[in-house]
């Protein structure tokens, strides 16, 4: 997954220098936390207030007189401060009121929250997936470590991290949906009302990209665990005792390797999330990525507020997850 | 500590760099990457120049197949694939490695000054670093792009900005194990030059882990740029360029798959060239490290 | 660590990457399965829910008179409501809700007959009241309907109810086409109390359900429909703001009909199995569309230059991929009056840089504003704007959603277009002043003149010669370069019966003609 290597460097070293340890720190990193969703709610509200396109005029048509134009504004509280109007803004989406969508009236909370369904519903069916089989591929190749099945794994890896999200997602609608295949629908088409997982056969494709690009991520973090308690000193003396690899790796090294994969859980979702975009948009899927290419394309500023807030607020809560787990436990993720 | 001894410990990292380059070029990880980026490199410089066609011209009906003169059929608007992938890299190659350049001097600068700093400057600067860093990349260039508009300069600084938290991140680590050893304290305190800890000790330290950084942020920038003028906000139509290609033809796929998997497969080589790059120089600084001083 | 010899580490890595290469090459050389023989087609079969998929925006109406004239508008409101006369798959005048209409011997006062026995799908009857109020709605000076100026001949005191079923139509001046007036996709006749609130509510083939703007809507079967009864139980209209979404879902088997096909894969789509293709020759043109009020198109010389600048068979070749013909700066194609006398006009490159030279427009750049309104637009726009180069004209696309293009629309300098309808209809509607959809902004005084003698004018023979002197008129002066007429391509799954090639571009409008089996 190419966006991983934003957050976690994939592969490469986050070292913990020698002579500094992360202590506990839990509710300091909370609070700076929480004011940190406050400043990335302050930049959405007002770069997007900056969207081109009168609002007002916007709404009411070509035919609108300047009069209603304005008494439109006046009705939607823009000719107030920009300050008080995010004051508003956020009041109001912390009650729950999150506005009406300017291109159907409909409340925004409706909208997104059908899309924020949909959406986590797509990236937690591909963690169940992922989670397991990183397990196993890590643990396999942990066993089978520098052999062909370890080598072919990390050429797999290299190949698919690397890859573009919609590379890799047209590849495989090109095998499986269009081209040499024809099992799974090229398109999710998910009618309104219904949740995604009364289609499965529409979910098969987007699961499939997401599960490639996290598994492949999350089985070298599994290994890299699996090969630090392998290699300890424990571990050496109770193979030298005689105790089988087999009961070694799942009596001693695979709950070690727990800790990391939880916290390499969450940045795989936090990722998932922003590559969401570009998944959903090209399989069509009614998420919040679609939502989010659709409010930009139609100006619909409340929306837009919104799912971007929605998207970088869970991202950023993701991340939060991962790094107190770090602090929590002192685990590194390591390249091997 | 003497003047003598810290020089010795600045020799063994120019030691460890020349050796580092031998290494490199040893190695068939890194050998292979920097193969796959430079092939694709050639093909985006010097394509245009090859492309037998303009790249907007039309030269026949839409989506048909190979046949002389026209390699690899047409796209969409019945124009030369053969010649749009000619030309379709220049300014996408071009956009990543600024893109990246920009992201790796300005992380570099705010890591290693953070770390040097510390403290309550450094606290503070990890926070709004974390605060770009809330945004998942995509939508933080979205975010611009649907207010400012899609200009190739705005997307290379975007991009750049949303590099520079994570590099920030991985450059403050490793300047840390420096700045924290006793002869830069104490180089500190007699009054040596900031600028000149850094050149002497810091800098050679990090040459390895920002060379890592390097690859894997050429590999995102790639993917980042590409994706953007797949969902419409990058690069524009009539412009050739990868990514868009695969957005426009990809309803061909059956129909005319050259027009997208040609497209998409160069980015991908190229992408995985600089995976394969970082990785690669990954495990040889592990093991330098490992092993060394 | 263990120290790995090389060939074995890289024998791992080339093999991976040797297999994810030789993927992306058997894809390209894997062909489509052959299609199997297509299931004959036998006796209509009742039952079932039929989805179809069409462009639709965040701004779709269900409302007879007042909509966007978007495909999708068009679509569901030809369901669920009636036309009072409506043009049949050959382009013959039919009557629907009207059985007959007559006119005393000046032309001035028309008499229609309505149908007896046609009920609302609230079980209320059907009468002249209705129509009176139809009629009424979108006449009023404040009113927003799509159709007003196609009835401006009218006032709302020269309509008259003689009884239940018959209204009496009184006119300033004689109007001779009066019949075919109402078979305007803006004239389907609703309940007199449609204002009133309360769910759709028509006589159509189809009762409404449920629908959401920009995503979907569903219909079910009119058990006491007047006209032939539709067979499937429920109709599903669904939204698609990308033909090759629509194109995929019906592939992959979750739409039983699309309405537009992207032109370039219609052939393909055709050759996979389970799917077929409806091509109709049609009288729809996507003109590229220029204010003739601001500049650089109000000047003429500017106009003439950019309709040679258009290779017009590359058009239809591109943009249409094929799939219509050459068109001559007209509209109307089919006409009993036979084409005007014009010369073809094609592309002349020379003689455009030398009128925009004159015109002092020499190296002129522009914006062209385009949505996918329907299959071969955003196309044609891209076409276009590779030709002008070589006028040394810029042409930047400006391709946006639709919601965002109908927010401007009527404002847009330079765009394109989608129209089909019959000659007059399209005169009246996008080639007058103050008309719904006169994008041009053309007001041409020759042109209006000829065309108010052309109502006026009851005998259909000396209504032709005017006819084609107005054709010439706005082959020399309008503001659009009908540079060819669009065939309008469906495709459906094989389980579909009913659809028929239609002229009138309606073919997968006639929806309760359809049967799943």
């Not at chain 2, 000149?196 to 690859?215: D, K, Q, W, Y």
């Not at chain 3, 199995?273 to 009020?293: F, K």
Request: charged share 15%; net charge negative.
């Amino acid at each position: 997954m190419a966006s991983l290597a934003n957050t976690a460097g994939a592969g490469a070293t986050r070292t913990r220098p020698n002579g500094r340890r992360r202590n506990g720190m839990i509710l300091p990193r909370v609070i700076s936390g929480v004011i940190i969703l406050f400043v990335v709610s302050i930049i959405v509200f007002f770069t997007t207030q900056a969207l081109p396109g009168d609002l007002p005029r916007l709404i009411l048509g070509v035919d609108a007189t300047p009069d209603q134009v304005d008494a439109l504004r006046v009705q939607l509280g823009l000719d107030r401060p920009p300050l008080v109007q995010y004051a508003e803004w956020i009041t109001g989406v912390l009650r729950g009121d999150w506005g009406t969508s300017l291109v159907n009236g409909r409340p925004v909370a409706d909208v997104v929250g059908f899309r924020v369904l949909n959406s986590f519903a797509l990236i937690i069916i591909a963690m169940l997936i992922a989670i397991p089989l990183s397990f196993v591929l890590g643990v396999l190749a942990a066993a089978r470590r520098d052999r062909a099945t370890d080598h072919a794994l990390f050429g797999v890896s290299v190949v698919v991290n690397a890859l573009p999200d919609f590379v890799l997602g047209t590849l495989l609608v090109a095998l499986f949906g269009t081209t040499v295949f024809r099992i799974f629908p090229p398109v999710a088409l998910i009618p309104v009302g219904d949740l995604p997982w009364w289609h499965p056969a529409s979910l098969v494709l987007p699961v499939m990209t997401i599960v490639l690009m996290a598994t492949t991520y999350l089985y070298r973090l599994v290994r890299a665990s699996m090969l630090d308690v392998l290699d300890s000193d424990y571990v050496q003396t109770a193979t030298l005792k005689g105790l089988s690899r087999t009961r070694i790796l799942f009596r001693h090294a695979l709950p070690n390797a727990v800790v990391p994969a939880v916290q390499a859980s969450s940045l795989v979702f936090a990722v998932s999330l922003g590559g969401l975009v570009v998944i959903e948009y090209l399989f069509g899927y009614p998420g919040l990525g679609t939502l989010l290419a659709d409010s930009i394309a139609t100006h619909d500023l409340p929306v837009l507020q919104a799912v971007i807030l929605i998207i970088a607020a869970t991202f950023f809560i993701c991340n939060l997850i991962a790094d107190v787990i770090s602090a929590r436990f002192g685990t590194r993720t390591r390249n091997r | 500590m003497t003047l003598h001894e810290s020089v010795h410990t600045v020799a063994p990292a120019a030691a460890r760099r020349g050796g580092m380059a031998r290494r490199v070029l040893k190695n068939g990880q890194t050998t292979t990457g920097m193969a796959l980026m430079l092939g694709i490199v050639l093909l985006a410089a010097i394509g245009p120049f090859l492309a037998p066609h303009l790249p907007t011209e039309i030269v026949g009906r839409p989506f048909t197949g190979p046949s002389d003169g026209i390699l690899l059929g047409t796209d969409v608007l019945g124009r030369d694939v053969l010649s749009r992938v000619l030309s379709g890299g220049r300014l996408l190659i071009v956009m990543s490695v600024a893109a990246t350049l920009i992201g790796l001097v300005l992380g570099t600068i705010i890591g290693v000054t953070s770390a040097y700093v510390s403290g309550l400057g450094d606290f503070l600067t990890m926070r709004v670093l974390d605060v770009i860093l809330a945004f998942p990349s995509i939508v933080f260039a979205l975010l611009f792009v649907s207010v400012l508009g899609a200009n190739p300069v705005l997307l290379v600084v975007l991009v750049g900005v949303a590099h520079t938290p994570s590099v920030a991140r991985v450059m403050r680590g490793a300047a840390m194990t420096v700045v924290t050893r006793d002869y830069v304290l104490w180089a500190r305190s007699i009054g040596i030059p900031p600028f000149t800890i850094l050149r002497a000790e810091v800098f050679p330290n990090i040459v390895s882990p920002l060379m890592v950084e390097a690859g894997l942020r050429l590999m995102w920038s790639v993917g980042t740029i590409a994706a953007l003028s797949f969902l419409g906000y990058g690069i524009q139509p009539p412009t050739a360029d990868w990514g868009l290609m695969a957005s426009e033809n990809r309803n061909a796929l059956s129909l005319q798959p050259l027009s997208v998997v040609v497209p998409i497969a160069v980015i991908g080589i190229f992408t995985i060239g600089a995976n394969l790059f970082a990785e690669g120089l990954g495990r040889i600084v592990a093991r330098t490290e490992g092993a060394g001083a | 660590m263990t120290a790995t010899p090389p060939p074995r580490r890289a024998l791992g890595l080339v093999l991976a990457v040797t297999s994810v290469v030789a993927l992306g090459l058997g894809l390209t050389a894997c062909a489509p399965p052959d299609k199997g023989a297509s299931p004959s087609a036998s006796a209509p079969v009742d039952g079932g829910t039929l989805r179809v998929a069409a462009p639709g925006s965040a701004k779709d109406k269900i409302d007879p008179n007042i909509n966007s004239g978007s495909v999708i508008d068009l679509l569901r409101t030809e369901q669920i409501y009636d036309n009072l006369t409506k043009y049949d798959s050959d382009s013959k005048l039919t009557y629907q809700l009207a059985e007959s209409m007559e006119s005393n011997a000046a032309g001035d006062v028309w008499t229609i007959h309505l149908r007896p026995g046609v009920t609302f799908h609230d079980g209320s009857s059907f009468g002249a009241e209705d129509v009176i109020a139809t009629i009424k709605r979108v006449i009023a000076p404040d009113s927003a309907a799509n159709g007003k100026s196609l009835l401006g001949f009218i006032t709302a005191d020269g309509l008259t109810q003689i009884d239940d079923l018959t209204v009496e139509v009184h006119l300033d001046q004689p109007y001779g086409p009066f019949p075919e007036i109402w078979t305007n996709k803006y004239l389907r006749i609703g309940s007199s109390d449609i204002d009133a609130g309360g769910q759709p509510n028509g006589t159509g083939p189809f009762v409404y359900k449920a629908f959401t703007p920009g995503t979907s809507s569903t219909f079910t079967k009119y058990a006491d429909y007047w006209g032939e009864k539709a067979h499937v139980d429920t109709l599903d209209i669904l939204d698609f703001a990308d033909n090759s979404a629509a194109l995929n879902a019906l592939k992959g088997g979750q739409v039983d009909i699309t309405y537009s096909v992207p032109l370039t894969e219609a052939k393909a789509v055709d050759d996979l199995p389970g799917i077929s293709i409806l091509d109709s020759e049609t009288g729809m043109y996507l003109p590229i569309v220029m204010r003739t009020d601001v500049a650089p198109y109000n000047d003429p010389r500017v106009r003439e230059a950019f309709k040679l600048i258009v290779d017009r068979q590359e058009m239809v070749d591109v943009a249409l991929n094929g799939y219509g013909a050459v068109a001559n700066d007209y509209v109307g194609r089919y006409s009993s009056c036979g084409d005007p006398d014009l010369p073809q006009r094609e592309q002349d490159i020379d003689k455009a840089k030398e009128l925009l030279a004159e015109a002092g427009q020499a190296n002129l750049q522009v914006e062209i504003a385009v949505t996918n309104g329907t299959a071969g637009m955003v196309e044609a726009a891209q076409v276009f704007a590779e030709q002008a180069k070589k006028a040394g004209v810029t042409v930047e696309v400006n391709n946006m959603d639709a919601s965002v293009y109908l927010d401007n629309y009527l404002n847009w300098p330079l765009t394109v277009d989608f129209y089909t309808d019959t000659y007059l209809q399209l005169a009246t509607r996008t080639l007058t002043p103050g008309a719904s959809s006169n994008v041009t902004h053309w007001n041409n005084p020759e042109f209006l003149s000829l065309l108010n003698t052309a109502f006026e004018t009851p005998d259909a023979d000396a209504r032709c010669a005017i006819e084609n002197q107005m054709k010439a008129v706005e082959y020399k002066d309008s503001g659009n370069i009908v540079w060819g007429w669009a065939n309008v391509v469906n495709a459906y799954a094989d389980n579909v019966h009913g659809l028929t090639p239609d002229t009138t571009g309606k073919a997968v409008n006639r929806l309760n003609l359809v049967w799943l089996g």
